[in-house]
């Protein structure tokens, strides 16, 4: 009998994914009968991304696992109603997108270019920057994102640190861990980029005392999530030049209101929650290829740890 596979997401995700999805079961050879509609207690697994929708899970008694289509889970890890074993999304596009965008932002800064894009006013005013090597970076966050843009920066030449819950081995990032760990890591840095989940454990990391570890006028960019950041901490720190700008994809309520300082602030760049895109071709091959092991008995890869929320 085929595998009854739902899919849970909004409408507009739907049309991206039916096709894909399709194709992919049937290129691994797995019989999937793929609907938005089975009823719950014959539904054998579920593709999920943040909506309306579905919030109780109970009665999906038959489920075997859960396959988000995003990276971060905050949405679903701490669902009560959910048993069953949960997988978040990684794939090579979201990956590839993310180290465009942070590379990106963290050339905007390190570069200084906003100061000739914004100014052609006929002043010529030569200010060198310095090389990547005179610049240290940290990123929190050393999961798959976090790696793949703290190595990219490294290759370019900054001393790069890195940060995580448990101690890590990273070519080329000198690794950080623990609360000493973070203000270390922390300490000087020029450039903080933040590629953490959104957990009891990691809100408001940086706040008024952690952001005054890094060095005087230092640039913020966040494509991980809104609560990371204590907001009125960093409005302050802006203010006071503690930090020179910070580029933001995340927010705490998104979209991000109309009225929110942070729109209309000179010193930061809001773009919206598009840092990295989870792609539908690459995507369902992933969900299609975990499913297909889970099938055969293999482990789920990866495996959401409820207990650490991420
Ligand atoms: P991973 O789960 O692979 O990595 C998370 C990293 O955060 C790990 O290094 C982990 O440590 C570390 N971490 C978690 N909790 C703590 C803590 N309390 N203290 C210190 N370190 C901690 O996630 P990804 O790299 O795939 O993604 C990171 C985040 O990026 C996502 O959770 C999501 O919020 C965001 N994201 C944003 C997108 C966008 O478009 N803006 C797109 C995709 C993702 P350890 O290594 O020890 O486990
Ligand atoms: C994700 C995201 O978590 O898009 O995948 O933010």
């Not at 290129?27 to 909506?51: E, Q, S």
């Not at 109970?58 to 971060?72: E, T």
């Not at 993310?98 to 005013?125: A, F, K, N, P």
Request: charged content about 20%.
């Amino acid at each position: 009998m085929a595998l009854r596979v739902l899919f849970a997401a909004r409408d507009a995700l739907w049309s991206e994914y039916e096709s894909p999805l399709t194709a992919a079961f049937a290129d691994l050879g797995l019989d999937v009968d793929l609907a938005r509609d089975h009823a719950p207690d014959v539904t054998d697994y579920i593709i999920y991304a943040p909506h309306d929708g579905l919030e109780d899970f109970s009665p999906y008694v038959n489920c075997k696992a859960i396959f988000s289509l995003w990276a971060g889970v905050e949405r679903i890890v701490t669902n009560r109603t959910l048993t069953q074993p949960l997988a978040k999304m990684v794939n090579p596009d979201l990956t590839a997108g993310m180290v465009e965008w942070v590379t990106g932002h963290v050339m905007r800064h390190h570069l200084g270019m906003d100061r000739h894009i914004l100014d052609q006013s006929g002043t010529w005013d030569p200010v060198v920057p310095p090389l990547a090597q005179d610049r240290p970076v940290v990123v929190l966050g050393l999961g798959t994102l976090g790696i793949a843009c703290a190595q990219t920066l490294a290759r370019l030449g900054f001393p790069v640190r890195g940060w995580s819950r448990r101690t890590k081995s990273v070519d080329g990032v000198v690794c950080y861990s623990g609360d000493k760990g973070l203000r270390i890591a922390l300490e000087g840095a020029e450039i903080a980029v933040l590629l953490l989940p959104d957990t009891p454990g990691t809100t408001n990391i940086l706040n008024t005392e952690t952001l005054g570890l890094l060095a005087r006028g230092a640039f913020i960019i966040n494509p991980g999530r809104g609560p990371l950041i204590d907001d009125r901490a960093l409005l302050r720190a802006l203010g006071d030049g503690q930090i020179a700008h910070a580029t933001l994809d995340v927010f705490r309520v998104e979209p991000l209101p109309k009225d929110h300082p942070y729109w209309a602030h000179p010193k930061v760049t809001v773009t919206p929650h598009i840092a990295a895109e989870t792609r539908p071709e690459t995507a369902a091959f992933e969900v299609a290829r975990n499913l297909a092991g889970f099938e055969k008995g293999e482990p789920l890869q990866n495996l959401v740890d409820r207990s650490v929320g991420y």
